[in-house]
């Protein structure tokens, strides 16, 4: 017998005696005789791609193709594989601090889409808005195109540049060139409107954003603040328990928010603030999104506050890191519901207030007046 049958007969019993063992684990865990079939099927694919394959392929290029297809099949726009690199990155950013230029994309209507530019950062400053479509990377079409393989596309080393093909409702593509900077994310900023109306902005959730918040709230209210005007416009979101803390500040006692898992008991975050001390505006527009709904759809639902400008983005999904090995998966695990157990996963909120923001370049925030109106008139 040739070595070349020798091995591929040493394979194929590999195979069928790892497809016997996972037999017996599908019978202890009841798991039904078309799973076990597919499963075959997958090990059989797998076998006959090894062992006939014009040319060799590393286990692991198959393994993790396989890997990539399956979460690819669940055609969810957040449930992603990271490889190492990916995953490395994204890590970065919940820490606050990464290279790029600015930006945070979503998949909207199955276009690649700007959630919202971050504040000071290359993508602001050159006039990149939420909304907008990213129709190509440096010539590369995004259509189809994974969301953390875009992410990882626009991201690069400080100094560099990225084309970007900008889409924009009732204009010409166009071409964005930007320089990639280091991103330091600086999430909270306040300060103190006339009439003692106090003003804090919130650009995202990252693992400092509550603290950083609970700080400037304090000063604040130090200072003899009399209402607060919250800024959560084009803030995409982030942590999920960061968002649950700063609305422990502004959300009277009970339920903030209901995740829900597939089949599972929803498990509710709560309130543990007595009673509501300053009159409260949310700002929201198209660019709040995830952690920023759950603040503003906990506000609108207890009745804490008004939500002021125009329709969120509607994200009302949860994802988790699971490792695996140096890589992982974000997965969707669950969704979110309000307070009044509602759903926004691709609806969104509907402020109280409905306020369009006029031409920046006027100087006029229209939003941010029509906020200020209303605490006043609150003000006793």
């Known amino acids: 017998m040739s070595k070349r049958k020798l091995i591929v007969g040493a394979i194929l019993l590999v195979v069928l005696t790892f497809m016997a063992t996972v037999g017996g684990i599908f019978t202890l865990l009841r798991v039904n005789s078309s799973d076990f079939a597919s499963t075959m099927k997958f090990f059989q694919a797998l076998h006959v791609v090894k062992a006939r394959y014009v040319e060799a392929v590393p286990m692991d290029t198959l393994m993790t193709g396989a890997i990539k297809g399956m979460v690819a099949s669940l055609n969810d726009p957040h449930s992603v594989y990271l490889d190492e690199k990916m995953f490395k990155e994204f890590m970065i950013e ?24 971050i504040e ?19 010539g590369r079409d995004t259509k189809d195109m994974l969301l953390d393989e875009a992410v990882s596309k626009i991201r690069g080393p400080e100094g560099s540049q990225v084309t970007l093909l900008i889409g924009r409702v009732n204009e010409a593509p166009r071409d964005y060139i930007l320089t990639r900077s280091n991103i330091q994310i600086k999430t909270v900023s306040g300060k103190m409107l006339p009439d003692k109306v106090g003003y804090i902005r919130l650009s995202m959730f990252n693992e400092n954003t509550a603290n950083d918040f609970i700080r400037q709230y304090q000063e604040l209210e130090k200072a003899g603040m009399k209402g607060l005007v919250l800024d959560l416009r084009d803030n995409p979101g982030g942590l999920l328990n960061e968002s649950v803390k700063v609305a422990d500040q502004i959300v009277p006692k009970g339920p903030v928010v209901s995740v829900v898992p597939r089949g599972g008991e929803p498990e509710i975050h709560y309130s543990s603030l007595e009673a509501v001390k300053y009159p409260l505006v949310i700002l929201v527009n198209g660019g709040s999104a ?46 979110y519901l309000t307070p009044d157990e509602r759903s926004i996963n691709g609806v969104g909120i509907e402020p109280d207030v409905i306020v369009e923001l006029a031409d920046r370049k006027s100087g006029q925030d229209t939003q941010l007046d029509k906020a200020t109106e209303i605490i006043k008139s609150k003000i006793q």
């Open 290 to 335: 995830s952690a920023s709904e759950i603040v503003a759809g906990a506000v609108q639902d207890t009745g804490a506050g008004t939500l002021v400008g125009t329709k969120t983005y509607g994200k009302g999904s949860v994802q988790t890191l699971m490792p695996i090995g140096k890589d992982a998966i974000k997965l969707t695990i669950a969704k």
């Open 94 to 117: 919940t820490e606050g601090s990464f290279g790029g230029v600015g930006i945070v994309v979503g998949i909207k209507d199955k276009l690649l889409t700007v959630v919202s530019p």
């Open 120 to 138: 000071g950062t290359p993508g602001e400053k050159s006039g990149i808005k939420s909304g907008d479509h990213i129709i190509k990377i440096d």
